[in-house]
């Protein structure tokens, strides 16, 4: 294995360049801008205050209309990242170390932008925490299953139910961050970053990417593509929106925070947890 040449492991490498892209300027949407912005063409002010509050599932905002406003941002964010040159776009990008290139951070960058704007419309708490650069390890690993839904990884789009379920069950106004740190998703999470760290390496990050979604003709070099980023971001708005945590019918409790309960506590994490691995192994071959 060559040594000084970057990050070798698949897996590692794949969150070095997520956890660059999170921090870059200009990435992270505040939640209740958005959703203010987003939803007032559509929603009363009272509704608005409770999508805010608590969420757009419990201001009991249609699902039709979210699915409106999410086709909106992602055409928004779609028309933003392909006239945007590999090089350029969000400051700061040129300070990135040598491990992770411009296109791929600024790539990178824009999948977490929809990401976060597609969970918040479709019930997701917050993401990010107000403090500084920071990322939690919670809100790497829900943004790994993201990545892995876009990409159309199988036990991606299961382990976001899954954690979606947690949620919904609960009220819950944050990520579980046992079940995505410690618990029976997190080797899920591992897997899905592994699967998209190998993309990254055997390839150009643009060939891989042009090789995940079929029938998707010559990328420009270097570039980010309506060919590209546009299906990657419809494929998680649809199953979002799929999810119960979008129905009417869930409310947040105020403060409430899931932890693994149910099917996920750790008394069945032994008898679910090879099950739940197993599930990664299905994945698309690079």
């Known amino acids: 294995m060559k040594q000084g040449k970057g990050i070798e492991n698949p897996e590692s490498r794949f969150s070095a360049v997520l956890l660059a892209a ?5 990435v992270r949407i505040n939640r209740e801008a958005y959703l203010r912005s987003a939803l007032a063409r559509h929603c009363s002010e009272d509704d608005i205050r409770k ?9 009991g905002i249609p699902v039709e209309v979210l699915d409106k406003v999410a086709n909106d941002s992602i055409r928004f964010e779609t028309a933003k990242v392909s006239a945007l040159s590999a090089a350029a776009g969000i400051p700061g990008v040129l300070a990135l170390p040598a491990t992770v290139p411009a296109d791929v951070a600024q790539y990178f960058g824009h999948m977490v932008r929809i990401a976060q704007k597609l969970a918040y419309l479709y019930s997701w708490p917050d993401l990010f925490s107000d403090d500084g650069d920071d990322v939690d390890d919670a809100t790497m690993g829900v943004l790994t299953l993201f990545f892995g839904v876009m990409f159309g990884t199988q036990s991606a789009n299961a382990a976001v139910g899954k954690v979606a379920g947690m949620m919904a069950e609960q009220a819950a106004k944050k990520l579980p961050q046992k079940a995505l740190t410690k618990g029976v998703i997190y080797p899920i999470v591992k897997k899905v970053a592994a699967y998209i760290g190998v993309k990254m390496t055997k390839d ?14 010559a990328v420009v070099s270097g570039g980010l593509t309506l060919a590209t980023y546009l299906p990657m971001a419809k494929r998680l708005k649809k199953h979002l929106s799929d999810l119960d945590l979008t129905k009417p019918s869930h409310r947040v409790v105020q403060g409430e925070v899931v932890e693994d309960h149910g099917p996920f506590t750790t008394a069945h994490a032994e008898q679910r947890g090879a099950a739940a691995t197993a599930t990664v192994v299905q994945e698309p071959q690079p």
Do not use: D, H, N, T
Request: charged content about 20%; glycine content about 8%; overall charge positive.
């Open 204 to 217: 150009s990050f643009a060939k891989s990417v042009s090789k995940a979604i079929p029938v998707v003709g």
């Open 51 to 59: 999508a805010v509050e608590e969420s757009p599932a419990a201001a």
């Open 22 to 26: 999170a921090k870059l300027p200009g």
